[in-house]
């Protein structure tokens, strides 16, 4: 059984990666659905 496992560490790897991915992406773009669109409106400053 865990020569099946281990028979291909690369593709599987590949595919958690790309989902990964695919899940960061899809949450950066609902993020900035979420936020209201101002393009005149600056990013807050950090505190200095």
Known sequence: M???????????????LLALMFLVALGVVLGREAL????GTPLPAPTQ
């Open 36 to 39: 209201p669109a101002r393009p």
């Open 2 to 16: 865990s020569d099946g496992a281990r028979k291909l560490p690369g593709p599987a790897l590949f595919w958690v």
